[in-house]
């Protein structure tokens, strides 16, 4: 045989060899994912057990539990809830607790030192210590059975991929775990951190002037201008940047914003109550929330869990509905503490008597680094709450900034107040359950079938010495950072069974005798809403309440343009700068996919606020604002004002005007887009410019991002349209950051045929059928039913779980 032939048999053998090789490889890795699946057929021994219970699936992966009594119900759910989302538990309870950085390595020890700092880990651990001494009451029970099937799953049956790629120990999961989530939580709803050091600084370095377009008038001559100096500026900016950067890095969702309203029978066309909501959380795979319907005897919710926790945070049965909206209140102050020259353990604090010099407390704490020595921590706490510049390594400012914080500081009762609202069919029970929310503040919107319709804003709301403004940073010595007590939750705004027939929360500013400080939602989305459920010639139904929360539009954007359009078309050079001002002025302000008005409003609105701010208060403090809420209601003030400071460009001889920049910030606007979308102006579509992905954890590290996310998909909708597909404020392309976690329709009338929709899927577990199959039908504004009555459950079984007793080891 010829050289050449025996070289090509050669090849010819290691080519088959290596296609053989890889394909075992895929066949091994198939396998291996298959087995990682959850079992949803078949008999499973759980201990603990009672009696079996039964677990029947639908076609989108719910699980239907039926036990026999609560505790096995609870147990079930904690066994199956894992099955589907350990990792996302994993995750929540290390970000809660500050120990990312055990799994993540270093990158991950700013993460981690915020929330040591922030002292959720070591509140929830002296919660637990005091209120789980016994197992007292049905919430206590209900939540030690739910870890205990949590804990049994993941004591019996594989780690998840996740778990054996980052090398993940097994730990039991425990009550403090759950109390942490829950701090968690309650601080992805405080936008005060990034919002009142940016106020703050420009108050006390720009000037009242400037501050005029956030509407802060309270205190304008500023009380901290001799007391901060820069180091501590540099310190707060970088911890308005880490509060954010934080959560980002970790790959876990923030809570933003939501909405629900209940319509009473007057106005519905079932002549029942309708209950309509859709919180808007940050997408993310898997979603956070897990659908469950629960079943036990005296005992029936379908309901929205989140991790770690065996009750609905969102629920429906055949008597009562209720869906969750955020309050928005400011439980949240920044104090700057005075040091006492001779010693700078202490700080002065404001007594009746005068005032004295009161001691730091501190602690030490220990954070575990993968790949790198362990790092040891000094946190210290002052009268006012823990001080969080020792969240920064190396910080470089003089002065010690405590952190007030409402949920550290309250009593919070929430698992009882959710254990008694899953079970609340009346007023009174709804109202009584929820006046034990202190933190984080929530709307709560409910109806029953009786035809009650009710809202209750639900936070323990601290009274504040007369004239102090809260969104700024306090004076810790003055006696403005002490709380006078608390208000009665009956002072709290609510209302029941209201003239107009209908509730609506939407994040705004609540009507309230007394204003209730907060960092409130633009009232656009609200009034959008607002505008057609106070029509008295529309029914509602299902059919056009779907329409309604798939809305995309709102009156934002003409508030923002009105000013803005003369000095627009005065600044037009081409035709095809008038055709695509012309089109600007004609839009409605609709975020429709096909449109390219939004795609030049939003980066034209991007440029001109960054014209006009960034030069005053630098690019970091630009880049916090334009995380916040504050400067979404700046901004139409500032539009309006051609007078403002703020149109001056600081480093130039001349005093630029307001229309000068409008006409940069046109041109800088036609380039980016030019650069972004292409050159063809016809192609800049807000469906291609404006999407969704659903970002893994893992996500996050390439090129693992095109394994685990889902997506992306074309987003119709925009901020605070009422289908709140939200990006932030910045330049093409937009990444969609949050949006409706679920949208839920429940009419009273035909509670059995409620609908829903999971942005991805109800299960965690890479290469599960349900890992992502809901995402499209999500991104299409489509809805499935949530089946509840027994022939649908039974119609829509694809599979039983069978949990039998087994015997105590």
Not at 502 to 513: D, F, G, M, T, V
Not at 697 to 710: A, E, R, T
């Amino acid at each position: 045989m010829s050289k050449p032939s025996k070289v090509k048999k050669w090849a010819l053998r290691s080519g088959v060899v290596l296609l053989v090789s890889a394909g075992v490889l895929a066949a091994a890795v198939t396998w291996h994912l298959r087995s990682l699946r959850p079992l949803r057929s078949g008999d499973l021994p759980l201990q603990g057990l009672q009696a079996a219970v039964s677990v029947r699936y639908d076609e989108w992966g719910v699980p239907h539990i039926e036990a026999q009594n609560e505790a096995d119900l609870y147990r079930a759910l904690g066994y199956v809830h894992a099955q589907d989302r350990l990792f996302q538990m994993e995750m929540l309870r290390r970000l809660s607790r500050g120990e990312l950085a055990a799994i993540l390595g270093p990158k991950l020890v700013e993460t981690d030192r915020l929330f040591r700092t922030l002292g959720i880990r070591a509140h929830a651990d002296a919660y637990v210590a005091r209120e789980f001494a016994a197992a007292d009451t049905p919430a206590k029970q209900a939540l030690l059975a739910y870890l205990d099937g949590v804990n049994q799953y993941q004591a019996t049956r594989p780690a998840p991929l996740e778990f054996e790629i980052l090398g993940i120990p097994k730990r039991p999961f425990t009550p403090a775990d759950t109390v942490s989530i829950g701090g968690y939580l309650a601080y992805s709803f405080a936008a005060g951190f990034r919002t009142e050091p940016a106020l703050t600084q420009i108050r006390d370095q720009l000037g009242p002037t400037y501050l005029k377009i956030f509407d802060e008038a309270w205190r304008p001559d500023g009380v901290l201008r001799q007391n901060l100096r820069p180091g501590d500026w540099q310190d707060l900016g970088r911890l308005a940047q880490l509060s954010h950067s934080a959560l980002e890095l970790a790959g876990q969702p923030l809570f933003e914003g939501s909405n629900a309203w209940a319509v009473s029978g007057a106005r519905t066309a079932s002549g029942k109550p309708l209950l309509a909501g859709d919180p808007h959380i940050q997408f993310a795979t898997p979603a956070v929330w897990y659908e469950a319907h629960l079943k036990a005897p005296g005992f029936e919710l379908y309901g929205h869990h989140q991790a770690l926790n065996p009750l609905a945070l969102l629920g429906h049965n055949q008597q009562f509905a209720w869906s969750l909206t955020m309050f928005q209140n400011d439980d949240v102050d920044l104090v700057a503490e005075k040091l006492n020259p001779a010693n700078p353990n202490e700080v002065w604090r404001k007594t009746a008597s005068g005032g004295e010099w009161v001691a730091l407390q501190s602690r030490e704490e220990t954070i575990e680094v993968k790949g790198a020595a362990q790092l040891s921590l000094k946190l210290r706490r002052s009268p006012h709450g823990p001080i969080i510049n020792d969240a920064l390594a190396g910080a470089v400012g003089e002065t010690p900034i405590a952190l007030w914080w409402g949920f550290l500081e309250t009593e919070n009762p929430v698992l009882e107040a959710f254990y008694a609202l899953n079970r609340a069919d009346t007023l009174s029970s709804a109202r009584k359950a929820v006046s034990q929310i202190h933190a984080p503040g929530l709307n709560v919107v409910w109806a029953n079938a009786a035809g009650d319709i009710g809202w209750w804003a639900a936070a323990k709301l601290p009274i504040r010495p007369k004239g102090v403004n809260p969104n700024l940073i306090l004076d810790g010595a003055s006696g403005e950072a002490e709380k006078l007590g608390w208000l009665p939750f009956e002072k709290n705004p609510q209302e029941e069974n209201p003239a107009r027939g209908y509730i609506l929360s939407a994040n705004h500013q609540p009507a309230a005798a007394e204003p209730v400080p907060g960092y409130y939602n633009l009232w656009d989305r609200a009034e959008r809403l607002d505008s057609l459920l106070r029509d008295p010639s529309i029914k509602w139904a299902p059919a056009n309440t779907r329409a309604l929360q798939l809305d995309v539009q709102n009156g934002y954007s003409a508030r923002v343009l009105k000013p803005l359009l003369p000095l627009l078309q005065a600044a037009a050079k081409s035709e095809e700068d008038r055709t695509l001002i012309a089109e600007l002025a004609a839009w409605s302000g609709a975020y429709s996919s096909e449109a390219r008005a939004p795609v030049l409003f939003q980066q034209f609105l991007f440029e001109l606020t960054r014209l006009a701010l960034q030069d005053e208060v630098g690019e970091k403090t630009f880049n916090n604002l334009r995380l916040t809420r504050a400067l979404d209601h700046a901004l139409p003030r500032l539009m309006a004002d051609p007078s403002s400071p703020w149109w001056d460009k600081r480093g130039t001889p001349e005093v630029e005007t307001q229309a000068q920049l409008v006409a940069e910030a046109w041109g800088l606007t036609l380039a980016h887009l030019r650069t972004a979308l292409g050159s063809d102006s016809k192609q800049w579509r807000w469906g291609f410019a404006h999407t969704v992905t659903h970002g893994h954890p893992l996500g996050l590290q390439k090129p693992l991002d095109k394994i685990f996310n889902v997506g992306p998909f074309a987003a119709p909708g925009s901020h605070e349209t009422p289908n709140n597909m939200a990006a932030r404020i910045g330049p093409a392309p937009w990444a969609v950051v949050y949006g409706p976690s679920t949208r839920r329709i429940i009419d009273l009338a035909a509670p059995a045929k409620g609908l829903g929709i999971n942005p991805v899927g109800q299960s965690g577990v890479y290469g599960d059928p349900h890992y992502a199959d809901q995402a499209l039908m999500h991104a299409a504004g489509q809805y499935r039913q949530q089946y509840l009555a027994a022939e649908d459950v039974q119609a829509h079984t694809r599979s039983t779980l069978t949990l039998k007793p087994a015997a105590a080891k």
